[in-house]
């Protein structure tokens, strides 16, 4: 992960804004703290902040090719570039070990069909200067784990703005959109171009297929596999919950299998670009006897991690806020709650020289996971949710995910999103996701991990290893990050803003903030604070809120104890 800020065909002096791009630029350096980057092209300019993952002794960014007539500024991972490297048709010439140069070549080579090959998580803008006018083309991954806005200025629309994060955009365009995931942008035409077209996408279209519980453990199993390409020491985001658990479990004995297959000179894993460090570093946080805290050290024995665990007051935590709010550029509810815990554990993951981990992002919607889930009408409806769900990740988990790891220059890699994975979790009819009253969420992901279970496919190779998990923690009730931190931290965050806001301004929220009106106070508060860093009405456009579904007859508080089924509901 890096920061990424371009200009293309700015409609000043060039020259005279470089200073200022580079201060804008400087807005994202907590992104990337390794090195910086600015190349001034024509009317063009393109930066970088980059934090060093792979190829860490040569690959810094902007990239060009041999004769700089093609510049790229890249964010993010691409796992399959050794193959794409090996498809190449005509001799490219390297100037670095970094994965992400080969979008530079395919890119010479077959223009922008480029982005539908790339498989792992990214943004990026490249600028083509091989013709008598420059063309800027830029993309974003498919389910948008890595955050990229554009920008323009309404009085000189030729000129377009692209950046990691809204800080570097907010005070030059008065225009700002979220870039939409799965597309890629052409200057030739304006537009944006859908590339990522699976047939699970759209939600009208049900999934017919029957659960294959081997199928989905060993696509899931090869996501976790390929994500532990780095060459700096990393570890894993342990909560204690199902999905972080379960990436955990995986990881460890994928480190294992790479570490063996280096030691043996086999040929059968991909190590290229990977490195096994002894022993696979675990990071949880909570308040004193929260939770998750309490099933994280569980977990972390049980596979045996040098495991990190961080408690923080709820003091600490509110003190945290207003900054959680200016790196998350939200004012959602359920975001900032999940997210400050998750930022003050960046801080301490970093502190300890790891500057890669993964995380379990995406389950809850691929396979219907939260509680509200629960109260799905039909199948059909459960299985729409979870499409829809996946469509908007890019507007909360992924973005919480992102930017709360960011904000202290930590990568964060989701294997539940992986587009191969998707595409075979996506597809599996609904009614064999379904959960019940008798039957826990996202019993289908639990089964296919089960040992006990014995439909699920395990060999007898795979037996003999043993679990992946004790069994109450592979069938732990779901808690929502902000809950499972402790229960006392969104009680303590309702109180807070009960002080802060007073019923006057409450009763005048609707003249306050006419647009996206808040209807709590703690809203209200989030909302007050958000301005105070992005004041432009252009800022409130990329904020989506996360609710559940009301209309299924569940509760509209985010926190998942606000659901009936949950064992310790309000």
Known sequence: MCGIFGVYNYYGDVGEFRQRALDLSKKLRHRGPDWSGCIVADNNIVCHERLAIVGVDTGAQPLTNADESIVLTVNGEIYNHKKLEAELKQPASFKTHSDCEVILHMYSEIGTDVCAKLDGMFSWALLDRRSAKSRLVAARDPIGITTLYIGRVSAHPETVFIASELKSLNEECDQIDEFPPGHYFDSEDGQFHRYFKPDWWAPERIATAPVNYRQLRESLTAAVRKRLMAEVPYGVLLSGGLDSSLISSIAVREAARISASAQSDTEDIDTRGARYFPRMHSFSIGLPGAPDLIAARKVAKFLRTAHHELTYTVQEGLDAVADVIYHLETYDVTTIRASTPMYLMSRKIKSTGVKMVLS??????????????????????????????????????????????MAW??????????????????????????????????????????????????????????????????????????????????????????????????????????????????????????????????????????????DWGCSADPSGRAQKIHDKAY
């Open 360 to 405: 379990g992002e995406g389950a809850d919607e691929v396979f219907g996971g939260y509680l509200y889930f629960h109260y799905a009408p039909n199948a059909d409806d459960f299985h729409k949710e979870t499409v829809n769900r996946v469509h908007n990740l890019h507007t909360s988990d992924c973005l919480r995910a992102n930017k709360s790891t």
């Open 409 to 550: 220059g930590l990568e964060a890699r989701v294997p539940f999103l992986d587009k191969e994975f998707l595409q075979v979790a996506m597809n599996v009819r609904a009614e064999d996701k379904q959960c019940s009253k008798d039957l826990m969420e996202k019993a289908i992901i639990r089964r296919a991990f089960d040992v006990e279970f014995a439909d699920a496919g395990f060999t007898p190779e795979e037996l003999a290893k043993g679990p992946y998990l004790p069994h109450d923690v592979l069938w732990r009730q779901k808690e929502q990050f902000s809950d499972g931190v402790g229960y006392s931290w969104i009680d303590s965050l309702k109180e807070w803003a009960e002080r802060r806001v007073s019923d006057e301004a409450m009763a005048a929220v609707d003249q306050r903030f006419p647009y996206d009106t808040p209807s709590t106070k703690e809203a209200y508060l989030y909302r007050e604070l958000f301005e105070q860093h992005f004041p432009q009405k252009a800022c409130l456009k990329s904020v989506v809120r996360w609710v559940p579904r009301t």
